[in-house]
């Protein structure tokens, strides 16, 4: 998958980035085209400045190419947990257990363990609302229909 070449404005410019953009789309040294444009304008008594000018008013900038930083923690601080090296964090993650873990890291993991048990215990309790809900509306329009 190749990119066509499109003419642009370069970002690594010292005035308008004509020349430079030139140079990058024709695969030459920015300095020589820039040693051209001068010669150029001056032979031609300054219609080569106007187009430059035009360029540069007319031609796009180069988009801005973007890198990914990788950033990897080493430890975080929690008022509630304490303090998670990213060893420690990964040997969990890995299933290493929880060999040289704090006693708040055990305790932050079992209760995270345990989240599916007090998910079914929420459903059972929106299920009783529902019934009980139900049972009322029942009353309710049995009073109405008398």
Known sequence: MTQEKRLNRSRDALLGGVCAGVAE???VDPVVVRILVVVLTVASAGLLGVAYVAMWAVLPKAPEVVVPVEVEPQSVRSDTY???TA???RGHAEGA???GASPAQAAAWRYASAAPLRLRARCRLRAALRVRR?????RRNRWALR
């Open 25 to 27: 789309y024709f695969d």
């Open 82 to 84: 304490g303090e998670v």
């Open 87 to 89: 060893a420690v964090a």
């Open 97 to 99: 257990g929880q060999q």
């Open 134 to 138: 139900r049972a009322l509306r029942c």
